[in-house]
């Protein structure tokens, strides 16, 4: 027989008859219904996060120019990512599973983001409460959302930080400088000016009675100029007469010296020619034999005789040089005569101004009396100005200086740290209730829950779901069912067994309650194992075929991998009346060091499955124990 033979006998005995034809057809759409359900329902998880019951705490107080929690909770309930829900507290609620995970803006939110601005930089924190227990991935999303959160109070933040702290201190700082040094120029010159000012107003009361003095001085000068001017009007007339005189005496004394130097010289004339008459004497009684002793004798006689000669001679000369200087002196006297004569009119002319302004500075100074009374009721009050301005600058200066410290002058650390909340002004506590170790770890409750279902499955590939001889037998049907379960139940066991002894110790994922999960484990297999025992014995070979359906279904519906509220709402029944979601979230909560109380629900849940299924098997042992030819010879055999 050839091949092509055997393959079209095969085929023909296959689809011989209406249910294995149904039964190609359905293998036929396995791959269809796998592939469009897992698609369906994971298409765009992200589109329905809307759907992800997530807590909302604010606390935020707000600061002076921020509310910070408040915008950043009207962005979040405005954008709808999630199904927000505003709360006081949310951690008994993440604890229990009613949201997935918790946002809290604490008091001092916004007073953070703006304590650059207090020269005491902190970031601001927010706490992110997760529980991988509720679901791992779910984390994985808050963190994300939270990051762009992050992000976004940052740049608001960081922009307005940066606006008000960077432009603004160093600006304020160099002119606060500034101020303070020309208050403090300001302080010290109102201080100068306040004591000068005082010296001022004793100088004022000083200047005031000495103008007082000098007032009544000018008046008295005023009137004796007064008197000088009439006194003094007549003198350029007696000037001129006292001119013309002395200048008559002086020609009348040119005129005396002249005549007494003619004959002065006459005199010194009749002196030289005795002289040389004594000479010629001499010389003559020299020739005459003369002795020179008698000579002398005659010379000495002869010169007692013209001695009154001589001494009148004298005289002469004398009285002739006198009278020249006498007539010098008179000439000079004349001429000073003459210069009085002719200065005297303008002398006149200058006491006559001088006694003009005489009148003028006895007019000012009684102006200047008068403005400097004034002055002297004022300068009081000048200088008790001063006073307060001094103060008042003193106080300016105090505060400016002050000021100046109290502006931000920072050193390299904490304007690093200023710089880091001004760029990073928000930071992240996680506080994380329970934590899956690893991404492996975080899947293993929805990956041990599939192997646990598998493993179930293909034990009917070799048991037989009930005994036929037993059901010939007539035994009662719950012991036929629980007979034909046992066998599948004890293999489960040992699946489990060393499934959980390779994932412990091999791949290292080590749970938090091991016994507990070790246990759950044990709950899930023997109630897939009745399942499917129940499927098998109730419909046969078709039972499989339903296995592999309800595989398919809680694969979508169960919330593996993302939160189970991401898929579609159409499956949400599928989630809440098929058991792999309850055989996760228990696996989750033992693994994760979640609370406990929602695993009693789920091991509940699991246990009516289980007596639901061998309710089930129980009917269809009852029902098989009627033989009848199709049972004999089945159309359809897997």
Do not use: C
């Not at 057809?25 to 359900?37: F, G, K, R, T």
């Not at 004022?378 to 001094?390: E, F, I, N, S």
């Not at 067994?497 to 994932?503: I, Q, S």
């Amino acid at each position: 027989m050839s091949a092509l033979r055997m393959a079209f006998n095969e085929l023909r005995r296959v689809t011989s008859g209406k249910l294995p034809k149904l039964a190609v057809l359905a293998l036929a759409l396995v791959p269809l219904l796998y592939a469009s359900l897992y698609l369906y329902a994971n298409k765009d998880p992200y589109a329905n996060l809307n759907h992800v019951p997530a807590a909302l705490v604010v606390k935020d107080k707000g600061a002076k120019d921020l509310n910070a929690g408040k915008d950043v909770a009207d962005e979040l309930l405005t954008g709808k990512k999630f199904n927000w829900k505003v709360v006081d507290d949310a951690d008994e609620g993440v604890r229990k599973g009613e949201y997935i995970f918790a946002l809290t803006l604490p008091e001092d939110f916004s007073e953070a983001l703006t304590s650059a601005e207090q020269n005491k930089p902190r970031q601001g924190v927010l706490t992110l409460t997760t529980n991988d227990a509720n679901n791992y991935l779910g984390s994985t999303i808050a963190n994300q959302v939270v990051s762009e959160v992050r992000r976004a109070v940052t740049a608001k933040v960081s922009t307005e930080a940066a606006d008000r702290l960077l432009l603004g201190f160093s600006t304020i700082r160099q002119e606060t400088t500034k101020a303070a040094d020309g208050a403090t120029q300001l302080a010290d010159g109102s201080t100068t000016l306040r004591d000068k000012l005082g010296e001022l107003d004793s100088g004022v009361q000083q200047l005031s009675t000495g103008a007082v003095t000098a007032a009544n001085g000018a008046a008295q000068l005023r009137d004796g100029t007064h008197e000088l001017r009439s006194q003094t009007a007549p003198l350029p007339d007696g000037a001129k007469k006292i001119a013309d005189g002395a200048r008559q005496v002086a020609t009348g004394n040119e005129t005396a010296a002249t005549q007494a130097e003619e004959y002065a010289k006459k005199a010194q004339a009749l002196v030289g020619v005795l002289d040389q008459a004594n000479g010629d004497i001499a010389n003559r009684l020299r020739a005459l034999g003369f002795t020179e002793e008698q000579v002398q004798r005659v010379l000495t006689t002869i010169g007692q005789v013209r001695q009154p000669v001589d001494d009148a001679n004298g005289k002469v000369q004398g009285a002739a040089g006198d009278l020249r200087k006498l007539a010098t002196g008179a000439d000079q006297v004349a001429d000073g005569a003459e210069q009085l004569s002719s200065k005297m009119p303008g002398l006149v002319a200058g006491v006559v101004k001088l006694d003009d302004g005489a009148t003028k500075l006895a007019d000012g100074n009684a102006q200047l009396r008068d403005g400097l009374q004034k002055a002297a009721t004022g300068t009081p009050q000048l200088k008790d100005g001063a006073a307060k301005l001094a103060d008042g600058s003193a106080q300016l200066r105090d505060g400016l200086t002050g000021g100046v410290n109290k502006i931000p002058n920072q050193d390299d650390p904490t304007r690093a740290a200023i710089a880091q909340a001004i760029g990073d002004p928000v930071a992240v506590r996680g506080l994380s209730q329970t934590k899956a170790a690893t991404y492996g770890a975080g899947l293993a409750p929805f990956f041990l829950g599939l192997a646990t279902w598998i493993g179930a499955f293909v034990l009917f590939l070799l048991l037989r779901p009930l005994s036929r001889r037993a059901l010939a037998a007539g035994q009662s049907a719950l012991r036929v069912a629980v007979g034909g379960w046992l066998p599948g139940a004890l293999l489960g066991i040992v699946q489990v067994l060393v499934m959980f002894t390779v994932v412990r110790f091999v791949v290292d994922i080590e749970p938090s309650n091991p016994v507990g999960t070790f246990g759950f484990l044990v709950l899930m297999s023997l109630t897939f194992v009745a399942i499917l025992h129940a499927l098998n014995a109730a419909f046969g070979a078709v039972g499989k075929f339903l296995g592999l359906i309800l595989l398919i279904l809680q694969l979508v519906s169960a919330g593996g991998t993302f939160p189970w509220q991401t898929i579609p709402v159409p499956l949400y029944p599928l989630h809440y009346g098929l058991p792999m979601g309850y055989a996760v979230d228990g696996l989750r909560h033992l693994m994760y060091g979640g609370d406990l109380g929602s695993v009693g629900k789920d091991a509940l849940i699991l246990l009516a499955w289980l007596v639901g299924a061998l309710a089930l098997a129980s009917v269809a042992a009852y029902k098989q124990r009627v033989w009848t030819a199709s049972k004999l010879k089945p159309e359809l055999v897997l």
